[in-house]
């Protein structure tokens, strides 16, 4: 019933939401505000320390609230602002359900983040060889890092190229494959030069902007209904695909019929491994001390619920104006429905149409400059210090920075490419993806290497190789692969696993696999742990030897 409708609307024809008496003076205003904002960040970018500390973690001087700022900055990402805030317009309750899960995540980073920077790490390969010597551990997360950023990369600049067409009035797949490649090229090209210091100023400048928009178009949505949410809600209901179901669970149509167990990993799964992606381990890093890296998470804790009360009535009020045959006609994900949101407020034409819809296109341009960025740019961290810096020969610091800039550009070359490729395809695979990993293949391995004695090198390689193969071969037998209506290919028929997201398994499997693989080796871990008890909790080194621990 729900993929029929979709294909009524999709065919129903493009909308035009700007006008083209508006088209001019938006897309000018965008253009100046793209010039500055490269301008500015070029700025920033030749002022950073050539030196690998201060282009990586600023040298780990970032205060509390600045640093506080830029970690909501992380959270501030187009696929949140665009997709979720989509997914309330057309689906309700469910797109409703998962706007919370951007909340709670930052209660799992709360009670690890002061742990990650009094261990002295801030790259998956350093935390992974606290209890795994060797290069095996470092090249294990370079691996991870990758099937974590690359989906990621892909996932934001297709969205990103969806609403830059439409800004431009042709949202063609032509056009939009040509948006999304101009918008990496620009990213790449800051990934390039900038260092950590850089896009965190700029994520700071995205919060309050960001905020401050949504909170215009929220009470302007509001003054359309005589300041009611009562009756802005009940627009939303009534203008929705199925009207009476918009506010019960069981719209989403990716997981209609896979049940309440498929429902609650895919929460799971979501808030696990969304706390535990690298450039947030690597922004955690930056913190003066573990108190500060703690406070820093408190604050964004702070600015993320704001911005999430915001964007689920932003997302409901996108239903109420625009409706779901609206937002459909554009984007059948519901991508642009904050643009045709802040476009139906006001009268096409006008100045305050061409403030709202330049301002939306200015934050969308902050927030994909800067998410794409910290992706990337951690990305090639975790190359240049787990790779290359950790290799046999020893390595100069310049030769490491010149190592970063070029992985930054492969990183971003590979995200664009990856991004054209699936442009015209279903995306969701790539999400359960990137995220299964990361709570399969980070998360455990973490939450072991801080809390257990036993955890050893093995118990490590185990977890990380073993949940990375269980989340490609159970994301690949999924019905987000096959079988199903939005599937990657859904003609085909080899979708054996029944549920969504491979975490329901796979995130067990990891652990379990830790404990085995810890059990059946033979080193003595005690003292590794006894000095990384004590190192996370004063922030210093131990001086705990094995020979000490047997007596």
């Known amino acids: ?80 602002l665009l997709t979720v805030s989509g997914s309330i317009a057309l689906f309700g309750y469910d797109g409703f359900t998962f706007a919370l899960d951007g909340l709670i995540l930052l209660s799992v980073l709360l009670l690890l983040g ?12 350093g935390l992974f060889s606290m209890r795994g010597p060797g290069s095996a551990p470092r090249i294990a997360a370079a691996i991870v890092t990758l099937a974590v950023t690359i989906p990621i990369l892909a996932i934001q600049l297709r969205a990103a190229g969806i609403v830059t067409a439409l800004l431009i009035g042709m949202p063609t797949d032509g056009v939009e494959v040509l948006c999304t490649v101009l918008m990496g090229c620009l990213v790449a090209c800051f990934a390039a030069v900038a260092g950590l210091k850089g896009n965190s100023f700029m994520h700071v400048a995205k919060v309050p902007i960001t905020l401050a928009t949504l909170a215009v178009i929220t009470l302007l949505a509001l003054r359309e209904f005589a300041w009611d949410p009562g009756s802005l809600l009940s627009a939303a209901v009534e203008k929705s695909m199925a009207p009476h179901d918009y506010l019960r669970p069981g719209l989403w149509p990716y997981t209609a019929s896979l049940g309440s167990l498929n429902t609650f990993g895919n929460h799971i799964v979501l808030i696990l491994g969304t706390a535990v992606m690298p450039h947030l381990i690597l922004r955690i890093g930056a913190s003066r001390t573990g108190h500060t890296a703690r406070r820093s998470t408190s604050i964004a804790t702070g600015l993320v619920g704001v911005f999430i009360l915001l964007l689920i009535t932003t997302g409901f009020a996108s239903a109420a104006v625009a409706g779901a ?43 994909v400059l800067t998410t794409v960025t910290s992706v990337t740019f951690a990305a090639a961290v975790s190359f240049a ?25 492969i990183v971003g070359g590979a995200g664009l490419s990856f991004a054209s490729v699936i442009h015209r395809y279903p995306s969701e695979f790539l999400v359960v993806f990137s995220i299964s990993v990361a709570a399969s293949c980070i998360f455990p391995v973490l939450v072991y290497s801080f809390f257990w004695r036993r955890f050893n090198r093995r118990g490590l390689l185990w977890s990380v190789y073993g949940g990375l193969a269980l989340c490609t071969v ?16 859904p003609e085909a028929s ?18 379990i696999l830790g404990w085995l693989g810890s059990m059946l080796a033979p080193e003595d871990s005690d003292p590794v742990f006894r000095n990384i008890q004590h190192k996370i909790l004063t922030g210093k080194e131990g001086e705990f030897h094995a020979d000490r621990a047997q007596r």
């Open 325 to 367: 045959t609206g937002i459909g006609t554009v984007d059948a994900s519901g991508q642009s429905s904050v643009i045709l949101l802040a476009a139906d407020l006001k009268r096409v034409g006008s100045t305050g149409h061409v403030t709202l819809i330049t301002l939306m296109a200015c934050v969308i341009f902050l927030t």
């Open 385 to 409: 210090r787990d790779v290359f810096a950790a290799g046999k020969r020893r390595r100069t610091d310049t030769e490491e920075v010149r190592v970063l800039r070029v992985a930054a550009v």
């Open 1 to 80: 019933m729900v993929k029929a409708v979709f294909l009524d609307i999709l065919s129903s024809g493009v909308l035009d939401p700007i006008g083209s008496g508006a088209r001019r003076p938006v897309i000018i205003s965008f253009l100046v505000f793209i010039g500055i904002s490269l301008l500015w960040l070029f700025m920033l970018a030749t002022a950073e320390e050539e030196n690998p500390e201060g282009l990586y973690v600023a040298n780990q001087s970032l205060s509390p609230v600045f640093n506080g700022f830029a970690m909501a900055g992380e959270q501030i990402s187009v696929a949140t």
């Open 474 to 489: 159970l994301t690949v037998s999924s019905p987000v692969v096959s079988g199903t209506e939005f599937a990657l290919w």
């Open 494 to 511: 080899f979708n054996w696993y029944p549920f969504q997201t491979p975490g329901l398994v796979s995130v067990p499997a990891a652990f």
């Open 114 to 125: 002061q742990k990650i920077r009094n261990s002295g790490h801030y790259t998956l390969g």
